[in-house]
Nanobody, 115 residues
């Protein structure tokens, strides 16, 4: 059974930081590219950051320089370090792992940036 378990969301003040984790099981994690998406109320889900199985990274323009995606293939976990958080970063964040035609989603975690 494949599972992606997301943790680390919460409430943070503007300018603060959070780290999200997404722990995978049931797949050969090192083969999979992984991404973080987010969805704000009334908006479409958008890609935030991705990291390939060869550790190449890419970011949405809105988070470049503030967010860092990384992965640990020993712990089968992908991380999203979020710094200098802004109210517009408020959303439900999801992780995704994909390889060839297989794609799996974790449950969402709420990130709220508010004073």
């Amino acid at each position: 059974q494949v599972q992606l378990v997301v943790s680390g969301g919460g409430l943070v003040q503007p300018g603060g930081s959070l780290r999200l984790s997404c722990a995978a099981s049931g797949i050969r994690f090192s083969l999979y590219a992984t991404t973080w998406y987010r969805q704000a109320p009334g908006k479409q889900r958008e890609l935030v950051a991705g990291i390939s199985n060869t550790f190449n990274t890419d970011y949405a323009d809105s988070v470049k320089g503030r967010f860092t995606i990384s992965r640990d293939n020993v712990k089968n976990t992908v991380y999203l370090e979020m710094d200098s958080l802004e109210p517009d970063d408020t959303a439900v964040y999801f992780c995704n792992a994909f390889h060839n035609t297989e794609t799996y989603w974790g449950q969402g975690t709420q990130v709220t940036v508010s004073s």
